[in-house]
């Protein structure tokens, strides 16, 4: 997949979100913001670890059909 792909596929799963500051005075909705930056946080980290393990994959692929 190229890079721009990528990153328009990436992007609809990481914007930001923005609350006014008057609904983030609320418990639940300042929890609930909480929920959506830490799972942006895994889905930036599940990314990168796919992206690693896609190359090991292919490293260990063409080392394979050289043999």
Known sequence: MSELKKRAYLAQYLVK?????DFMQDEEIAGLYQQIANTDQ???ITQQQ??????????ST????NL
């Open 17 to 21: 979100v923005s609350i006014p500051v």
């Open 50 to 59: 796919l992206k690693e393990l896609r190359k090991t994959t292919t490293n």
């Open 62 to 65: 063409a080392t394979g059909r």
């Open 42 to 44: 895994r889905i930036q």
